[in-house]
């Protein structure tokens, strides 16, 4: 079984994470820029330093014309701080850097310069400069590691005195700088990250108060009380659920609903047969002679075939009633009505009576095949049983527009006109002396037609005999090829 995740939980972990990476990433990112340009930036003052050194120093040799063997230190190049400034605390209170002094900055140690003759000797250096040639003797930029440290290096040839002058600073400063600049650049974003969490914990968990407001209403409803959701949502993506769980309360409602009809109803319904089995079983079993007792089982057997009408009624109709939207195919009308005859021929036969299929063949339609030769047979059987002995059931098909109608005439009494609006009521029966009917076949029949979408008309033809009409709707060109019932 899958683990339930919590919505809020995934929204605040997953943007917490891209908000992170992008951070990461834009850190990273911001590191080696910085880190590109102060390396521009130091080579550049690199360079401008070996052109003002050369300059300097060429004063300098003019007035020592002759150097210690080994070269000489050019002491001017730095200036130590006093002993008791180096002492003072003072100017750190500001939170200012201590390498920074009115003497100059520490890192200064860090740059450094060697003067060689054509041959590589050194001829004049800076004081914590090392003896050898730091590296190649060739004009411009080279990288050089020494004492576990890379120094960065910028090499000018004098073709007028004919010597060489490296100037090289190292990495301790340019680390420094870069590494601090790439600091100050994350540090508010790292600061803020915990007001942002917290800003994004109260926007999630705002955005998904309507659907704790919406689960708790629903949390309210029960078999009892499907009234449908009243909320003043203010997130339109849930106006089309809530409207979707309305219809469904709405359909519920309407299902309940007529389960307690059809439930109340049918325990009505039942104990009438119950109790005509019961009074011919006490019959029976009072007889004293076998004319009696056969007559008593004779009407037993005639109970127990409504009793079966009715209980298979019921669950025909307690099937079509939670039927929903049924799936409809291109159907060969004549076809099926030419079925629902065959079946239905041994009792007209048996009455005498005539039973005819008449009008336009091969017309289609789109229906339920099983549930439209229910809806037929129903009518026709209908028809059958309340036409007197010798008469006649005629079933009429014809194209009207974009619709097929079906004819179900017979040559009975017909029925009441203040009867006509109350034949589709479920138990209705216009005479329930007359016929073993139990009043749900044009119950059965009006809702199989609902489903197909299709019209139904019940009314007595003008020289006698009851009239059922239904129209179809006929499939449109591109649907598909006909079914055979």
Same mark, same amino acid.
């Given at each position: 079984?899958?683990?339930?995740?919590?919505?809020?939980?995934?929204?605040? =972990?997953? &943007?917490?994470?891209?908000?992170?990476?992008?951070?990461?990433?834009?850190?990273?990112?911001?590191?080696?820029?910085? *880190?590109?340009?102060?390396?521009?930036?130091?080579?550049?003052?690199?360079?401008?330093?070996?052109?003002?050194?050369?300059?300097?120093?060429?004063?300098?040799?003019?007035?020592?014309?002759?150097?210690?063997?080994?070269?000489?230190?050019?002491?001017?190049?730095?200036? *130590?701080?006093?002993?008791?400034?180096?002492?003072?605390?003072?100017?750190?209170?500001?939170?200012?850097?201590?390498?920074?002094?009115?003497?100059?900055?520490?890192?200064?140690?860090?740059?450094?310069?060697?003067?060689?003759?054509?041959?590589?000797?050194?001829?004049?250096?800076?004081?914590?400069?090392?003896?050898?040639?730091?590296?190649?003797?060739?004009?411009?930029?080279?990288?050089?590691?020494?004492?576990?440290?890379?120094?960065?290096?910028?090499?000018?040839?004098?073709?007028?005195?004919?010597?060489?002058?490296?100037?090289?600073?190292?990495?301790?400063?340019?680390?420094?700088?870069?590494?601090?600049?790439?600091?100050?650049?994350?540090?508010?974003?790292?600061?803020?990250?915990?007001?942002?969490?917290?800003?994004?914990?109260?926007?999630?968990?705002?955005? %998904?108060?309507?659907?704790?407001?919406?689960?708790?209403?629903?949390?309210?409803? @029960?078999?009892?009380?499907?009234?449908?959701?009243?909320?003043?949502?203010?997130?339109?993506?849930?106006?089309?659920?809530?409207?979707?769980?309305?219809?469904?309360?709405?359909?519920?409602?309407?299902?309940?609903?007529?389960?307690?009809?059809?439930?109340?109803?049918? =325990?009505?319904?039942?104990?009438?047969?119950?109790?005509?089995?019961? &009074?011919?079983?006490?019959?029976?079993?009072?007889?004293?002679?076998?004319?009696?007792?056969?007559?008593?089982? @004779?009407?037993? %057997?005639?109970?127990?075939?409504?009793?079966?009408?009715?209980?298979?009624?019921?669950?025909?109709?307690?099937?079509?009633?939670?039927?929903?939207?049924?799936?409809?195919?291109?159907?060969?009308?004549?076809?099926?009505?030419?079925?629902?005859?065959?079946?239905?021929?041994?009792?007209?036969?048996?009455?005498?009576?005539?039973?005819?299929?008449?009008?336009?063949?091969?017309?289609?339609?789109?229906?339920?095949?099983?549930?439209?030769?229910?809806?037929?047979? *129903?009518?026709?059987?209908?028809?059958?049983?309340?036409?007197?002995?010798?008469?006649?059931?005629?079933?009429?098909?014809?194209?009207?527009? *974009?619709?097929?109608?079906?004819?179900?005439?017979?040559?009975?009494?017909?029925?009441?006109?203040?009867?006509?609006?109350?034949?589709?009521?479920?138990?209705?029966?216009?005479?329930?002396?007359?016929?073993?009917?139990?009043?749900?076949?044009?119950?059965?029949?009006?809702? &199989?037609?609902?489903?197909?979408?299709?019209?139904?008309?019940? @009314?007595?033809?003008?020289?006698?005999?009851?009239?059922?009409?239904?129209? %179809?709707?006929?499939?449109?060109?591109?649907?598909?090829?006909?079914? @055979?019932?």
């Amino acid at each position: 079984m899958s683990r339930v995740r919590s919505i809020r939980r995934f929204l605040l =972990a997953g &943007i917490l994470a891209l908000v992170s990476v992008s951070l990461a990433v834009s850190g990273l990112i911001g590191y080696l820029e910085a *880190n590109h340009e102060m390396e521009e930036l130091f080579d550049a003052r690199l360079a401008q330093s070996a052109r003002i050194t050369n300059q300097l120093l060429k004063g300098y040799m003019a007035q020592h014309e002759r150097l210690p063997q080994g070269g000489a230190i050019y002491q001017e190049w730095e200036q *130590n701080a006093p002993e008791q400034f180096q002492k003072d605390t003072s100017l750190n209170l500001l939170g200012r850097d201590r390498e920074f002094t009115p003497y100059g900055h520490e890192f200064e140690r860090n740059l450094y310069f060697q003067l060689l003759d054509e041959q590589g000797a050194i001829l004049l250096r800076s004081p914590s400069a090392p003896r050898q040639p730091l590296t190649t003797l060739e004009r411009g930029f080279n990288s050089e590691t020494k004492d576990h440290h890379e120094w960065r290096t910028f090499t000018l040839y004098n073709e007028e005195e004919h010597t060489w002058l490296i100037v090289a600073e190292r990495d301790d400063e340019r680390g420094e700088l870069a590494s601090t600049m790439a600091t100050l650049t994350m540090l508010p974003l790292f600061i803020t990250l915990p007001f942002l969490l917290g800003l994004l914990w109260w926007l999630v968990s705002t955005g %998904l108060s309507p659907l704790r407001q919406v689960a708790q209403a629903i949390s309210e409803r @029960h078999p009892a009380n499907l009234k449908p959701l009243t909320l003043t949502l203010k997130a339109e993506e849930l106006t089309p659920i809530v409207n979707e769980i309305n219809r469904l309360m709405h359909t519920l409602a309407d299902t309940i609903e007529r389960e307690k009809q059809f439930t109340n109803e049918a =325990a009505h319904e039942l104990r009438t047969p119950l109790a005509v089995l019961r &009074i011919h079983s006490e019959n029976l079993m009072a007889a004293e002679d076998d004319a009696s007792r056969e007559q008593a089982l @004779h009407k037993m %057997l005639l109970a127990l075939d409504r009793s079966d009408r009715l209980i298979r009624q019921l669950l025909t109709q307690a099937r079509i009633d939670n039927q929903q939207a049924p799936e409809l195919i291109r159907l060969d009308l004549s076809q099926l009505l030419q079925g629902t005859l065959a079946t239905l021929a041994p009792l007209a036969l048996k009455k005498g009576q005539q039973l005819s299929l008449e009008g336009d063949e091969h017309l289609q339609v789109m229906g339920q095949a099983i549930l439209m030769d229910l809806m037929f047979g *129903n009518l026709i059987d209908n028809a059958l049983r309340y036409t007197p002995t010798g008469g006649e059931i005629a079933v009429v098909i014809a194209a009207e527009g *974009n619709r097929v109608r079906v004819d179900v005439r017979d040559s009975g009494p017909g029925i009441p006109t203040a009867a006509l609006s109350r034949l589709c009521e479920r138990f209705y029966r216009v005479n329930p002396q007359q016929g073993d009917g139990v009043g749900l076949g044009m119950a059965i029949v009006r809702r &199989i037609a609902e489903l197909h979408s299709a019209d139904l008309d019940v @009314h007595n033809q003008p020289h006698g005999g009851l009239e059922v009409s239904i129209w %179809l709707p006929i499939p449109h060109q591109a649907e598909a090829p006909p079914a @055979h019932p």
